[in-house]
C-alpha cells in the first residue's frame, strides 16, 4: 500500500522548489481559513485536487480516499453546531424544558465549517503529495528552527511507517492463524500486536541509535541539496487560484450586487 511519502517521492514536480510548494499550499490555505466563503472553500477543494491529481501520480480514487477520512470528521465536526435551540427549527426535541433542533441557519452554518475544513486539508495534501518530508524540514532548517528538534521530526517521521510496515506484517500472521474471528479474539489479537510493536519498537530504537553513533552522528542529520528546477508553471497555477479565489470571495461578499 502507497503512503503519503510514497506519493511525494513520485510526484511530478518533486525537483520544484521545496519553499514554492509550501508557499503555494500555505497561501491557499490561509485565504481559506480567512475568507470564510462557501465559494472559496468548495473552489479551493476542487482546484487542489485537481492539481494534485496531475502532479502526484495518484489516481482520482485514491485521492478522493484519502480525503474521505479528513471528510468524515470534518461531518462529524459539523454535526454538533447544526444542533441549537433557538430560531426557525425545521423540527425540535424537548430536553430540559429547552426545544433542540435544526434551523436553516445551523444547517449552514455547519456546511460551511466542514467545506472550510475540506478545504483546508486539501491545501494541506496537495503540500504532503508534492513535497517529501525531507524537504519540508531542509526549509524550516534554513529558517533557522533548532536542528535537534529537526532531527528528532525526522526519524519520528520515518520510523511511523517502519513501525506501520511492522504492525502490517503482524497482523498479516496472525490473520493467518485466524487471530480475527470473532470480536473477543480479534480484541485480543490487537492487544497482543500493539504490545509486541512496543516492544520491538524499543529494541528497534537501541539498535537505531547505536548505527548512528556509529556514523559520527553529532545532533544533526545532514542531508544533501539536490539541484531545483524553477517552479514558473506552479506561480502560473497561482495566479489561476487567486483569482478564482477573489472572484468568488467578492461575489459571496456582495460586491457584484449591481449587476
Given at each position: 500500500?502507497?503512503?503519503?511519502?510514497?506519493?511525494?517521492?513520485?510526484?511530478?514536480?518533486?525537483?520544484?522548489?521545496?519553499?514554492?510548494?509550501?508557499?503555494?499550499?500555505?497561501?491557499?490555505?490561509?485565504?481559506?481559513?480567512?475568507?470564510?466563503?462557501?465559494?472559496?472553500?468548495?473552489?479551493?477543494?476542487?482546484?487542489?485536487?485537481?492539481?494534485?491529481?496531475?502532479?502526484?501520480?495518484?489516481?482520482?480514487?485514491?485521492?478522493?480516499?484519502?480525503?474521505?477520512?479528513?471528510?468524515?470528521?470534518?461531518?462529524?465536526?459539523?454535526?454538533?453546531?447544526?444542533?441549537?435551540?433557538?430560531?426557525?427549527?425545521?423540527?425540535?426535541?424537548?430536553?430540559?424544558?429547552?426545544?433542540?433542533?435544526?434551523?436553516?441557519?445551523?444547517?449552514?452554518?455547519?456546511?460551511?465549517?466542514?467545506?472550510?475544513?475540506?478545504?483546508?486539508?486539501?491545501?494541506?495534501?496537495?503540500?504532503s503529495l508534492n513535497t517529501?518530508?525531507?524537504?519540508?524540514?531542509?526549509?524550516?532548517?534554513?529558517?533557522?528552527?533548532?536542528?535537534?528538534?529537526?532531527?528528532?521530526?525526522?526519524?519520528?517521521?520515518?520510523?511511523?511507517?517502519?513501525?506501520?510496515?511492522?504492525?502490517?506484517?503482524?497482523?498479516?500472521?496472525?490473520?493467518?492463524?485466524?487471530?480475527?474471528?470473532?470480536?473477543?479474539?480479534?480484541?485480543?489479537?490487537?492487544?497482543?500486536?500493539?504490545?509486541?510493536?512496543?516492544?520491538?519498537?524499543?529494541?528497534?530504537?537501541?539498535?537505531?541509535?547505536?548505527?548512528?553513533?556509529?556514523?559520527?552522528?553529532?545532533?544533526?542529520?545532514?542531508?544533501?541539496?539536490?539541484?531545483?528546477?524553477?517552479?514558473?508553471?506552479?506561480?502560473?497555477?497561482?495566479?489561476?487560484?487567486?483569482?478564482?479565489?477573489?472572484?468568488?470571495?467578492?461575489?459571496?461578499?456582495?460586491?457584484?450586487?449591481w449587476i
Amino acid at each position: 500500500m502507497k503512503t503519503i511519502n510514497d506519493y511525494a517521492y513520485c510526484s511530478k514536480i518533486r525537483d520544484f522548489s521545496p519553499e514554492a510548494k509550501l508557499a503555494f499550499g500555505l497561501l491557499f490555505l490561509t485565504a481559506c481559513l480567512i475568507l470564510d466563503c462557501v465559494g472559496v472553500s468548495v473552489f479551493l477543494a476542487g482546484f487542489m485536487a485537481v492539481i494534485s491529481i496531475h502532479y502526484s501520480k495518484a489516481s482520482a480514487v485514491q485521492y478522493f480516499a484519502l480525503l474521505s477520512v479528513p471528510a468524515v470528521f470534518a461531518l462529524l465536526a459539523a454535526l454538533p453546531i447544526m444542533v441549537t435551540s433557538g430560531g426557525n427549527l425545521w423540527f425540535c426535541i424537548q430536553l430540559g424544558g429547552t426545544a433542540w433542533g435544526v434551523s436553516s441557519e445551523s444547517v449552514a452554518q455547519g456546511v460551511r465549517v466542514a467545506l472550510k475544513i475540506v478545504g483546508c486539508v486539501s491545501c494541506v495534501y496537495f503540500i504532503s503529495l508534492n513535497t517529501s518530508m525531507t524537504d519540508i524540514l531542509s526549509v524550516l532548517r534554513r529558517l533557522h528552527l533548532p536542528g535537534f528538534l529537526l532531527t528528532i521530526a525526522e526519524l519520528l517521521f520515518r520510523y511511523l511507517f517502519v513501525l506501520w510496515e511492522e504492525a502490517g506484517r503482524i497482523m498479516t500472521a496472525q490473520r493467518c492463524r485466524l487471530g480475527y474471528c470473532g470480536v473477543w479474539r480479534s480484541i485480543r489479537s490487537f492487544a497482543y500486536m500493539t504490545g509486541m510493536l512496543f516492544f520491538r519498537a524499543y529494541q528497534r530504537s537501541g539498535r537505531v541509535y547505536q548505527s548512528l553513533e556509529s556514523r559520527g552522528y553529532s545532533g544533526e542529520l545532514p542531508v544533501l541539496e539536490r539541484p531545483r528546477e524553477k517552479a514558473s508553471i506552479l506561480y502560473g497555477w497561482m495566479m489561476v487560484g487567486i483569482a478564482g479565489t477573489m472572484l468568488l470571495a467578492a461575489w459571496e461578499k456582495g460586491a457584484f450586487a449591481w449587476i
